[in-house]
């Protein structure tokens, strides 16, 4: 059995894992897994035990970016970690495949392993980009466009920790009104739902301004395109009441679903269970596990500048029934791969090939 000693950040100890919404970016899936992860060797101790083998540290404990500038996360986060000891893994629940103010730590504490949710291909870190998220591209009137040169031997040391937002969607934040909904083509008036929120708040990371040239310019873009055809489909857009959005949805042939702060986002998962034709960006190298998106099998992809995005709406729509298949092809695809015992089965696979476990 292995034991495991989840560092959430919270209480005297860090150690408290009493509140689930807490734990929700790292660990909710280890919490309502626990009885079942018994069954693979997996146990997760509580009540402040010290018989483990293992600490899981929440990213809460070892980064912050609302510290004003990188250097000082990093920092925090050194320092935090020095006071560990025994064998222990950084949990990165962040939304991105960004490794800035992670893989910094990781060079710099003794870390058996950095596990997030996901993660893009090696040689695509090398490549700079503002905050390390690719999509972003590299701003020059800002500091953080971040680049990482990852030898192969450290790419060993970053994992994927086995779930990502599709297990918080399926089992904390789906409303029965999408459950086990099969798909049905009736009632399909509105052509397209795009309905998100575009304009983001102001928002500093790490001292750098993330908003209007970033977040908002991406998912704004996608309205902006959407105008040129605005005379010739029915389109709903713009952000409205969540109730108000799903009724459309179940309404929509497409669901378009932009990259928000990470490039998987719970539109993703609301849009195909509300039977829509997804239609996302790209999701370039990335490698998340479990990964249901797959281009032209469970999502329609488009480039991420939204430049093909009318024509790839005008194919569809004029050939709609050619891409149902791929609308069923996604319930079925999310509903099987996010079950937990695929869960169990990851850290169990992990745990028992730890010396060569690798992210790919």
Not at 3 to 28: A, E, H
Request: hydrophobic share 30%.
């Amino acid at each position: 059995m292995i034991k495991l000693k989840i560092i959430s950040g919270k209480g005297k100890n860090y150690d408290d894992i009493s509140d689930i919404g807490s734990l929700r970016r790292c660990f909710s899936t280890w919490v309502y897994s626990a009885d079942m992860l018994r069954d693979y060797s997996i146990e997760i101790v509580r009540d402040g035990s010290n018989d483990y083998d293992y600490e899981l540290i929440d990213k809460r404990c070892w980064q912050d970016r609302k510290l004003g500038s990188l250097e000082k996360s990093i920092e925090k986060g050194v320092d935090f970690l020095s006071k560990r000891t025994g064998d222990y893994f950084l949990m990165d629940g962040g939304d991105c495949t960004s490794l800035m103010a992670s893989i910094e730590v990781l060079r710099n504490s003794n870390a058996k392993m950095l596990l997030k949710k996901h993660v893009i291909a090696r040689e695509d870190y090398a490549k700079p980009s503002f905050l390390g998220r690719w999509w972003f591209g590299v701003h020059e009137d800002q500091k953080l466009n971040m680049s990482y040169d990852i030898s192969e031997e450290e790419w060993k040391k970053i994992g994927l920790c086995g779930h990502n937002n599709g297990h918080e969607h399926v089992y904390e934040r789906t409303p029965p009104q999408l459950n086990n909904i099969p798909y049905n083509p009736n009632g399909r008036d509105i052509d397209i739902c795009a309905i998100w929120q575009g304009i983001h708040p102001p928002n500093l990371d790490y001292g750098d301004k993330n908003d209007e040239a970033t977040y908002t310019h991406h998912r704004v873009g996608c309205w902006d395109e959407l105008k040129k055809i605005e005379d010739k489909r029915k389109i709903a857009k713009d952000f409205i009441p969540y109730n108000e959005y799903l009724n459309i949805a179940f309404r929509s042939k497409i669901g378009i679903s932009p990259y928000g702060m990470g490039e998987l986002c719970f539109r993703d998962y609301e849009l195909v269970q509300a039977g829509c034709l997804l239609i996302k960006p790209n999701m370039g190298s990335l490698i998340t596990a479990p990964d249901w998106l797959i281009p032209n099998e469970t999502y329609v992809p488009v480039k991420t500048d939204w430049s093909d995005l009318n024509e790839t709406i005008e194919k569809v729509l004029n050939n709609f029934k050619d891409y149902e298949h791929i609308i069923i092809n996604a319930q079925k695809k999310l509903n099987e791969v996010h079950k937990l015992e695929h869960f169990c089965m990851h850290q169990y696979n992990f745990f028992s090939n730890l010396e060569g476990i690798t992210n790919g």
